[in-house]
């Protein structure tokens, strides 16, 4: 397996687990907000309040059998919390260890940001823009038109470190693929333009 291979294997790995904690931290805000309401419900059944019964008619009115259904249902409900979050801690520690692989992998694409590193040897190739930095590139271009972008989209759409994406922001502006002002958003120049257009890639309108 090649570099690039690991690194979209981790990509999709990262992105899968972090689909999943999502969903779990879904499942979980729902579980709380019914354990709240069983909770409530099971004081009214204790303190006698008819509105306890209107729930459930299965039990009738006695009093017992509800505060029995509501306790178990209670319990059951909080043993699922329990698990659920005991998942997303999981997950959680998962994801930190694809991001920490993740970023070890694409480390060996850059040396200090902007030259290729002969992984095979101590010399160094001439500059080339990498995968990454092409993916980044385009994200840039399909920025509202070419006109502006962040580090932070980048990171959110290649699914990468903050501080991986800013390297190949930084790699890219001193290529001059893109402009980098002081303040504002990047935008990609006209050499950037013509690179995507010579690898076949126009992703502007």
């Not at 904690?21 to 008819?50: C, M, P, Y």
């Not at 059998?65 to 329990?82: D, G, H, P, Q, V």
């Not at 070419?146 to 800013?166: K, N, Q």
Request: proline share 2%; hydrophobic share 35%; net charge neutral.
């Amino acid at each position: 397996m090649d570099f690039q291979e690991r690194v979209e294997r981790l990509r999709e790995e990262l992105k899968k687990s972090i689909t999943e904690r999502d969903t779990v931290q879904r499942q979980i805000a729902f579980r709380k907000e019914w354990i709240s309401k069983l909770e409530l419900r099971l004081h009214e059944a204790k303190q006698g309040d008819n509105d306890a019964y209107a729930w459930c008619s299965a039990v009738g009115k006695d009093r017992d059998i509800l505060i029995f259904k509501l306790t178990s249902e209670l319990n059951s409900e909080i043993n699922a919390l329990t698990s659920l979050q005991k998942e997303y801690s999981e997950l959680e520690n998962r994801i930190g260890l694809l991001e920490e692989k993740l970023k070890k992998e694409q480390s060996i694409e850059f040396d200090f940001g902007w030259r290729k590193k002969d992984i095979h040897g101590d010399k160094e190739k001439s500059r080339e823009m990498g995968e990454s930095e092409l993916k980044a590139l385009q994200i840039i271009a399909q920025s509202d038109n070419g006109r502006g972008s962040t580090v932070a989209r980048i990171s959110r759409s290649l699914v990468v470190s903050y501080d991986y994406a800013r390297l190949l922001w930084l790699s890219l502006g001193r290529a001059d693929y893109i402009d980098i002002p002081p303040r504002g958003k990047t935008t990609i120049t006209a050499k950037g333009r013509n690179a995507l257009e010579e690898k076949g890639l126009a992703p502007w309108p």
